[in-house]
């Protein structure tokens, strides 16, 4: 039985009960489209009283929903509890599964972690974690991509850490019933990460005149410190010691290393997954000239056996070493242009494995193939209030200009340049590709017609691509 004061707070709780766009959909659909009452409002009450009393708000993670939906912005009235999820602890620390955005392929799951025994996180920690997804009577994984999981937050208070993690499904056809189940492992959590990069920060752009004509002295496979030495703003206290051509005609830039400043350092494993018994280093410094370098460096760059990261044995000194400049075709005048990962905190290493499982929002599928181009279809296409997905048969058709044609003549353009990192793109080998326009990156869409919230899919009139529509059942 309710005392009176627990009735009178339950009533003024419900006062306070509205329901934002994407819950009154996904309440209409779940009730089969019955309106929503008085009595609904209340038994939800009772439920958020209950799980109060019983567990009390933080630990029922209400607060941190809220915070992540704020931290979304208009996007956050999709991100929504999900159904089942259990915590993970190890190391002292923490996990726990918030809530998700998600439809059938695009899925964002906002983990927190907490530190329950010290104070080692911070607003600058980073996670090594992957996923997948095992539907019932499927035995492989259907995660097609998994992106790094991206802090939101840090709470000095609570000692909470927010991350969302990105997944793509490879295989839509394993859904069921609107909801679909992850599985999730983190192997390290690294706090006190840092990342500098030259395009992000002018800091770390270093004119350098007549360094073509000047020869640096080397102890071992390393330069003597202090020749042509940069101090640098904006990474901890690294700076430059010596940078030049050694008498091979290799360019060296070596940077000096503060204390409490460290890289860490994996150890190689063959294809099989045995233990070479040498290292290479996870973090590390990488330099471009501008006028030498016609490409950014990628990942497989870094490593490959054209350069070469010589960390020395105490720490305190790091060697990027370079042997394809050419010292006769550099320029009097260069910019050096620097990057780097490092870290000062311990790594934390161990198990957090979690189990969830997740609703997807509404969304309209295709309704039947439809040529886009001369050798290409569309052949599977889910609109969702989050997201654009489309199955086509051509690498080389280009699905852009997209354009969303609202009810009331309101019209959404994405091109191709204008789009970035919005749009993603997936060839799966079979001839079948996939592309995804998330809505939710709206900073990367056309700065004229941005769509800057979730799409309101029942206003949608039409959706073309390269000015063919794309039917939808509705």
């Not at 009390?56 to 208009?74: D, E, K, P, Y």
């Not at 706090?191 to 990069?197: E, H, S, T």
């Not at 005609?249 to 890289?263: A, D, K, L, R, S």
Request: contains cysteine.
């Amino acid at each position: 039985m309710m005392n009176d004061r627990m009735r009178e707070e339950i009533d003024n709780m419900m006062q306070n009960i509205t329901f934002d766009p994407a819950m009154m959909q996904r309440t209409r659909t779940k009730s089969r489209g019955h309106s929503i009452t008085h009595a609904a409002k209340r038994a939800l009450a009772l439920a958020v009283a209950a799980a109060i009393l019983t567990t009390g708000a933080f630990a029922l993670g209400v607060s941190l929903l809220q915070h992540i939906r704020n931290q979304m912005g208009s996007f956050g009235s999709q991100v929504v509890p999900v159904i089942t999820a259990n915590e993970a602890q190890d190391q002292g620390l923490k996990v726990s599964v918030v809530g998700s955005m998600s439809d059938s392929y695009n899925t964002k799951v906002y983990l927190a972690i907490q530190d329950t025994t010290g104070d080692r996180l911070d607003e600058n920690t980073k996670l090594e974690a992957f996923c997948e997804a095992k539907e019932k009577g499927q035995n492989a994984s259907i995660i097609g991509v998994v992106y790094p999981p991206k802090q939101i937050s840090y709470d000095k208070e609570t000692k909470t850490a927010l991350f969302e993690m990105r997944a793509e499904r490879r295989d839509l056809a394993t859904e069921t019933n609107g909801q679909h189940t992850l599985k999730i492992a983190i192997k390290s959590i690294q706090p006190g990460y840092y990342d500098a990069y030259w395009s992000d920060n002018e800091s770390l752009h270093c004119t350098v005149k007549g360094v073509k004509n000047y020869t640096i002295a080397l102890d071992g496979d390393m330069p003597v410190p202090e020749q042509n030495p940069r101090t640098l703003e904006g990474m901890n206290g690294i700076r430059l010691s010596s940078m030049g051509f050694d008498e091979n005609n290799i360019f060296h830039t070596m940077f000096e290393i503060p204390e409490g400043i460290y890289f860490r350092q994996r150890d190689k494993v063959t294809p099989e997954g045995t233990p070479t018994g040498e290292k290479y280093l996870k973090d590390m410094i990488i330099t471009n000239l501008s006028s030498m370098d016609s490409h950014r460096f990628t990942n497989e760059a870094m490593v490959s056996h054209e350069t070469k990261h010589i960390l020395s044995d105490d720490g305190r000194y790091m060697d990027f070493q370079v042997p394809y400049y050419k010292r006769e075709a550099m320029p009097e005048e260069v910019t050096l242009q620097i990057s780097a990962s490092y870290v000062t905190k311990p790594e934390i290493k161990g198990k957090w494995n979690l189990e969830t499982t997740i609703e997807t929002t509404p969304e309209y599928t295709l309704s039947k193939p439809v040529q886009l181009l001369e050798n290409c279809m569309v052949t599977e296409a889910r609109l969702s209030p989050i997201g654009l997905y489309v199955e086509y048969t051509n690498v080389k058709c280009l699905l852009t200009p997209a354009v969303i044609t609202m009810k009331d003549g309101t019209t959404y353009r994405y091109d191709e340049e204008q789009t970035g990192n919005a749009i993603n793109g997936m060839f799966t080998g079979d001839g079948i590709c996939k592309w995804y326009l998330d809505f939710a990156e709206n900073e990367y869409a056309n700065i004229k017609n941005p769509l800057n919230q979730p799409l309101d899919i029942t206003q949608v009139d039409k959706v073309t691509i390269n000015g063919v529509e794309i039917p939808f059942d509705r």
